[in-house]
Structures are given as structure tokens and as C-alpha cells.
């Protein structure tokens, strides 16, 4: 059974940083695309990172240079590296493993940003 468990999240400062973490159990997760997703209430989920079987890595435009996406083999883990937080990064942070597209989802962890 594939399990996804996010932690790191919680309350910052804008300017401030967080790590979130992704322990994959189930699955090997470099063999797959791994993804971080955020939501806002209200909002449609959007992808944020994504890191493929080639280490390649993905941004949305409005992470690019603040956030980093990387894995560490050895623990079956990914994370997303989050720098120069504000208030429009506050949202529930999923982590998704799939090739084609996400199959798989954690539960979700609360990032929120205060101004």
C-alpha cells in the first residue's frame, strides 16, 4: 500500500523559510514523478514542483528561485525547500507520486504565512 506523509508545515513570518518533507512507503520514490501541490480554499489545486526518475525538476513561475524541490534516496523522501515566504504562499501543501500524472496523494500539510 503506497503511503504519502507530509510534514514541515506550519506558521512563518513573510521572508521566512520552511522545509516540507514527503516519506514515501509503497513505492520507491525515485522511480516515479514526484509533486508538491498547493490549495487554497475556494481554489483550484496547484502544482508547485515536481521532480522526475532523472532528478529533473520543475517550477511553477510563481515559485521559481524562491523554492526547491529534492529527494534523498536513502530515506524514500521528498522535499520542498520553500525561501522568501508571503502571504500568497499560505495554502495546504500535498505531496503526489505518478509517472504520467498523480496517482497517489498524501494528506496534506498547512503552510501559512503571516504579513
Known sequence: ???LVESGGGLVQAGG????SCAASGIISSLTVMRWYRQVPGKQRE???SIDRGDNT???DSVKGRF???RDN?????YLQMNSLNAEDTAVYYCASGIIGPIHWGQG???TVSS
Not at 523559510?17 to 516540507?20: E, G, V
Not at 536513502?74 to 521528498?78: D, E, G, L, P, S
Request: aromatic content about 4%; cysteine-free; hydrophobic content about 40%.
Open 74 to 78: 536513502a530515506k524514500n523522501t521528498v
Open 1 to 3: 500500500q503506497v503511503q
Open 47 to 49: 502544482l508547485v514542483s
Open 58 to 60: 520543475n517550477y511553477a
Open 68 to 70: 526547491t524541490i529534492s
Open 17 to 20: 523559510s520552511l522545509r516540507l
Open 109 to 111: 500539510t498547512q503552510v
